[in-house]
């Protein structure tokens, strides 16, 4: 059984961590926050006080935080895994963060002999609990033949991309369209129910043809179920989009949709529901069309 870390348990690490417990193997764990680290340590996790004790205990450290400071702060911070981590080691970053940091990070730990991953995945807090991950793999082929076994305990669609930031710009790409889908099918359910259509039998239509999505289906009935809870935070989804347009810029690529879906997640984040669940943009449209999809 491998000996594994785990540093950050929050909406998606959590799960994650679960999944590799089942399965049997030593997870040594940290977050800032203790409650999800208590509930981990009720399912045989091992509780760790930095991510420095996780990186010196475990061989291959995983990571799940927001967004690239903290990925940092976890690396190279005060009681960070560089302070602690052993030579010949593997570092797994399962967040999505930028890919430009991303390549420097890597080359910071191959300096101390440690080899990273960069791994986010896509498929939300159901694919976190069910197993069902998307994963996008970046880094050498060998270490991703090596840690390919535990990321098969939490996803199923594994792809290895290519070298270091590879994964992160795939994930980048992944939410680009995940944001430009959610904001067409807000505008679909706004535009049939101000038409005087039933919005739930509309998405049940579509559902069956061409139109048919997973964001359809599970944040078109958040959208009528005024379920916003997250999931995934507004906030989150901002991050990952900033990242989008950054790049683009500095490409010379232009992304007109993917501008517009940040506005969008801005008017909402304006009346305070940066933390909603990300379906939450179908409120923006539905102000411009003082018109609500449902309730
Ligand atoms: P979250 O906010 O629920 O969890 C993040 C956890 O990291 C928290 O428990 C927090 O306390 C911890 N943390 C932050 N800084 C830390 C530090 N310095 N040391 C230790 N722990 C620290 O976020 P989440 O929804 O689980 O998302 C995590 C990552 O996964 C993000 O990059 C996000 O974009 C990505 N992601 C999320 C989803 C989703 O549906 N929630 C889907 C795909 C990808």
Redesign the pocket.
Known sequence: MANLGF????????PMTGHLLEAGHTVHV????P??VKELAAQGAVVCG??REVARKADITI?????TP??E??LF?KD?VAEGVRSGSIVVD????SPIATKEFARKLAEKGVEMLDA?????????EKAT?SIMVGGKTEVFQQIKPYFELMGKNIVHLGGNGDGQTC?VAN?IVVALTIEAVAEALVFAAKAGADPRKVREALLGGFAQSRILDLHGERMLARNFN????IR??Q??LNLALQSARSLGVSLPNTATAQELFNAIAARGGIDLDHSAMVQALEMLAEHQVSG
Do not use: C, T
């Not at 540093?7 to 959590?14: A, C, D, E, H, S």
């Not at 940290?30 to 926050?33: A, E, I, L, S």
């Not at 399962?94 to 963060?97: Q, R």
């Open positions: 540093i950050g348990l929050g909406i998606m690490g959590k940290y977050d800032v926050v409650g999800p930095s991510s990571i799940m935080v927001p967004d903290d990925v702060a976890v911070g960070g399962m967040s999505s963060i986010p995945v896509s498929g939300g807090q159901v694919g976190a991950l994930k939410q997250p999931g995934f935070r989150l989804h991050k990952d």
